[in-house]
């Protein structure tokens, strides 16, 4: 009887050990993924920025431009100019969730380590 309670404790130590294996590289490809979803959001959001800038400048050379005066084509760059301030707007928030779930992840993993540490303080003592 007592053996089979030492092998069943074994096993359940074994299955810990495993288990904190496979959590830490489970995390660690989390925080990777989303690591490299922050920064493709990052540059996604600074070129449609860039795209409403250029944009501006080249409105601004037609507008000065007085051969220019079709009210047609201008209404039509006001309102793909009213698209792309959405779309950056809506890239930029994305930015900001995405970078608050990594920095959100990442704290959460150092209160594990802390928590990881204080149990085998604990057991030591």
């Keep these: 009887m007592e053996k089979a309670k030492d092998i069943k404790e074994e096993l359940l130590k074994q299955m810990d050990e495993n288990f904190d294996q496979t959590s830490k590289r489970s995390t660690q490809q989390?925080?990777?993924r989303d690591t490299?979803?922050?920064?493709?959001?990052?540059?996604?959001?600074?070129?449609?920025?860039?795209?409403?800038?250029?944009?501006?400048i080249v409105?601004?050379?037609i507008e000065r431009?007085?051969?220019?005066?079709?009210?047609a084509a201008l209404?039509?760059?006001?309102?793909?100019?009213?698209g792309?301030?959405?779309?950056?707007?809506?890239?930029?928030?994305?930015l900001y969730v995405r970078?608050?779930?990594?920095t959100l992840h990442k704290i959460q993993?150092?209160?594990?380590?802390i928590e990881e540490q204080l149990k085998k303080m604990s057991q030591d003592k």
């Design 30 to 32: 989390i925080i990777a």
């Design 36 to 56: 490299a979803r922050v920064k493709r959001m990052k540059w996604i959001t600074i070129f449609s920025w860039l795209v409403i800038a250029v944009f501006f």
């Design 59 to 61: 409105g601004g050379v």
């Design 65 to 71: 431009n007085p051969s220019y005066r079709n009210t």
């Design 75 to 82: 209404n039509s760059a006001v309102v793909i100019l009213q």
């Design 84 to 94: 792309l301030l959405l779309i950056a707007v809506i890239f930029t928030v994305s």
């Design 99 to 102: 970078s608050r779930t990594l």
């Design 109 to 113: 993993v150092r209160l594990a380590t």
